[in-house]
């Protein structure tokens, strides 16, 4: 069975920067849109930004001009680069593969702790 296994979370100061993996263990075929989640304690899951098989980006406004998706088709593989990231940017974070057809693909998720 196929996975997205996630790494690149943890604990940075306000201002700071991180990037995030998702690196699936396998070829998935049909993929349409990779991209990045995220639920802060209390709250719900929420789109960060996504990348579509062409190569369109969207970004959530609350962290446009900080966060740049990007991937690495060959390798299957998505990244999350974050800079200046703040408090309001604490969560875990998942990546999700969505498909032409059938089931998502969800990764673990990653805990993301901004200190201020």
């Known amino acids: 069975q196929v996975r997205l296994v996630e790494s690149g979370g943890g604990l940075v100061q306000a201002g700071g920067s991180l990037r995030l993996s998702c690196a699936a263990s396998?070829?998935?075929?049909?993929?349409?849109?990779m991209g990045w989640y995220r639920q802060p304690p209390g709250k719900q899951r929420g789109l960060v930004a996504s990348?579509?098989?062409?190569?369109?980006?969207t970004y959530a406004d609350s962290v446009k001009g900080r966060f740049t998706i990007s991937r690495d088709s060959a390798r299957n593989t998505l990244y999350l680069q974050m800079n200046n990231l703040n408090s309001e940017d604490t969560a875990v974070y998942y990546c999700?593969?969505?498909?032409?057809?059938?089931?998502?693909?969800w990764g673990q998720g990653t805990q993301v702790t901004v200190s201020s």
């Open positions: 396998a070829t998935i075929f049909g993929v349409k849109t």
């Open positions: 990348i579509t098989r062409g190569g369109t980006t």
């Open positions: 999700n593969f969505a498909r032409d057809y059938g089931d998502d693909y």
